[in-house]
């Protein structure tokens, strides 16, 4: 069983940052592979970023990528999120997931991940 909790939400103007974070319970945090996706008003989930149990394997999407870093602790059971240059079509709920199938190394699917996080509002103004 892992938990996890978001935070670090908030509201930033255009080229802006912000640093999310997931905190996660349980001792499974280390085996799992993590994601963050988010979900704007009115569309479809999408992914943002993956990270591999280790840490040494990552994927982002392109709208992300080169903006966008995720990075775990597993010292703290924490993912991050760094989100810099943020642009208004960022602006979304984020949430973070953890993926415990020890075959899977990350993946970008979400029916893929066993546990969500509430999720945290990330709002950029333009």
């Known amino acids: 069983q892992v938990q996890l909790v978001e935070s670090g939400g908030g509201l930033v103007q255009a080229g802006g940052s912000l640093r999310l974070s997931c905190a996660a319970s349980?001792?499974?945090?280390?085996?799992?592979?993590m994601g963050w996706f988010r979900q704007a008003p009115g569309k479809e989930r999408e992914f943002v970023a993956a990270?591999?149990?280790?840490?040494?394997?990552?994927s982002y999407a392109d709208s992300v990528k080169g903006r966008f870093t995720i990075a775990r602790d597993n010292a703290k059971n924490t993912v991050y999120l760094q989100m810099n240059s943020l642009k208004p079509e960022d602006t979304a709920v984020y949430s973070c997931?953890?993926?415990?199938?020890?075959?899977?190394?990350?993946?970008?699917?979400?029916?893929?991940?066993?546990?969500w996080g509430q999720g945290t509002q990330v709002t950029v103004s333009s």
């Open positions: 997931a953890a993926e415990v199938d020890y075959r899977i190394l990350l993946t970008t699917e979400a029916r893929l991940y066993d546990y």
């Open positions: 349980g001792r499974a945090f280390v085996n799992s592979a």
């Open positions: 990270i591999s149990r280790s840490g040494d394997r990552t």
